[in-house]
């Protein structure tokens, strides 16, 4: 046990974690009421949002009915989106999917992950962006990260703190490179395609070119 | 005489023995924290200054826990934004100053601060607390849960400003006292009070600082944790030795409850320890 305070106040032991673990949403993540939510689930895919959808209202901590009917109205949000809010967010209201990688070799094989106009960590654990639950080879939290910069539409690999080796095109990463289409990533011992979805035909600030 | 007009004072807060004059009580701090059954974690906390004991001793130990509200826009933006003001607050606090007058005013800078950012749509409930000089000093806004647990008694310090509550005090003050003409009540558990609510008017603090004693523990928690456990299974967790037990016994017990609608769950816990 080696009890460390983060730069965020919370306390968690280093010997455990190799970053706080509660300073992306908690650790913790129990399912206590989704009996369709299989492993291997992704935060932030469908599963996730049905749960949201199901239980947001009851028990929620709310206002009164008559302190803002416009909050009320616009209740539950569609998406998992609540760790951290991203500009594209605070731009358009919405946190669109820019991209995705999928799996093509390893424990989660023919899964794909959203990535979102942000910063977005990849980990096993749940507190991460994108969730790859099922390779233990993959670091808790964030293993390597994928970077969408908004002005330019270009994407970033950025190794995290994976001990397992994070490579690119069979070359090993180990400072933030640009990424394109169908560039193929290696985390532990998955293998994932990167496939971008914003670039030069079509981002979300200024639709089709 | 003024000295017994401040024990009389403290004594309509909690039944408390002459302030001892010994050394400075330490404190062993703990921390949990879990998202049920919740698609987000809207709960924030933080502890400042527990790794450090000079620091500690000098300025203090601040802990807080908000726990942003569901069903409305954006409970973590609020929530961090709340927890964010609130350590800068105790960063700039004048320890020779007020220190109940600076924390009730830390409370409406973290409410306009989530005001400004999310226009009243939203917003927080929250739980302060600093411990400086072997007292206990607090401001609560909402339903979350402060508890000091002395003596095998667990005391809830803090009253809630939900919409059930408030009524129940008017009823009162009107001199009725049935507990239970109210307990249809629509909309019962609906926060009249929270960070970031326009026009917020109420907090809930104590202007006379709590004495605290060897072997005092205080939970700050959201109501996905104190509105869960039962009191006697809070008291269990909290009667075991050590904080990190306490804070693991306390997790486990929540999600053994299984509840279908879980709700996120936080809790910091403080030992005092002489």
């Not at chain 2, 000091?148 to 809630?160: F, H, P, T």
Request: glycine content about 10%.
């Amino acid at each position: 046990m080696a009890l460390t305070e983060c730069a965020n106040g919370h306390l968690y032991d280093s010997a455990q974690y190799a970053s706080c673990p509660y300073c992306n949403g908690g650790v913790n993540r129990v399912e206590f009421a989704s009996p369709d939510s299989g492993i291997g689930k992704t935060v932030g895919a469908s599963s996730a949002v049905n749960s949201a959808a199901n239980v947001g209202e009851i028990g929620a901590t709310v206002a009164p009915a008559g302190y803002n009917a416009q909050a009320k109205a616009s209740a539950p949000e569609e998406e998992d989106i609540g760790k951290t809010v991203a500009v594209m967010k605070k731009d358009t209201g919405i946190e669109p999917v820019v991209g995705w990688i999928v799996c093509i070799q390893g424990a989660e094989k023919g899964k794909d992950y959203k990535i979102l106009g942000k910063n977005n960590t990849i980990g096993r654990g749940e507190g991460n962006d994108i969730v790859i639950k099922n390779d233990s080879t993959i670091s808790r939290q964030s293993h390597a990260r994928i970077a969408y910069d908004v002005k330019h539409n270009t994407f970033h690999l950025i190794p995290g703190e994976g001990t397992n080796g994070l490579y690119l095109n069979d070359e090993p990463v180990y400072v933030p490179t640009p990424i394109a289409a169908f560039d193929l990533i290696e985390m532990g011992e998955s293998k994932f395609l990167f496939i971008p979805f914003c670039g030069d035909k079509f981002n979300w600030q200024n639709g089709l070119q | 005489m003024p000295d017994t007009m401040q024990n009389a004072n403290e004594g309509a807060y909690l039944a408390l023995t002459p302030r001892p004059k010994e050394r400075l009580l330490s404190y062993k701090i703990g921390n949990l924290q879990g998202i049920g059954s919740r698609a987000r974690q809207e709960d924030s906390f933080t502890v400042m200054n527990s790794m450090d004991v000079t620091a500690m001793k000098e300025k203090g130990l601040f802990f807080s826990v908000c726990d942003g509200m569901g069903g409305m826009k954006d409970g973590k933006l609020a929530s961090e934004t709340a927890i964010a003001s609130l350590r800068q607050s105790f960063t700039e606090m004048d320890r020779s100053g007020s220190i109940p007058a600076q924390l009730v005013e830390s409370a409406y800078t973290a409410s306009s601060k989530v005001e400004a950012l999310i226009g009243g749509d939203g917003g927080s409930t929250l739980i302060e607390c600093v411990l400086f000089e072997g007292k206990l000093y607090y401001c609560c806004v909402g339903d979350s849960f402060l508890f000091l647990y002395r003596n095998n008694e667990l005391i809830m310090l803090n009253s809630e400003h939900t919409l059930l509550h408030d009524r129940e005090i008017e009823a009162i003050q009107d001199g009725d006292v049935n507990p239970l003409q109210f307990q249809n009540l629509p909309e019962a558990t609906a926060l009249t009070g929270f960070l970031g609510m326009i026009g917020l008017d109420k907090t809930d603090s104590n202007v006379i600082p709590i004495n605290l004693h060897n072997g005092d523990i205080i939970m700050a928690c959201s109501d996905g944790v104190g509105g869960v456990l039962s009191e006697e299974e809070i008291k269990e967790s909290l009667e075991l030795s050590d904080v990190n037990h306490m804070c693991s016994d306390l997790e486990q017990k929540v999600i053994a409850h299984h509840r279908p609608h879980q709700d996120n769950f936080t809790a910091v816990v403080v030992q005092c320890i002489r």
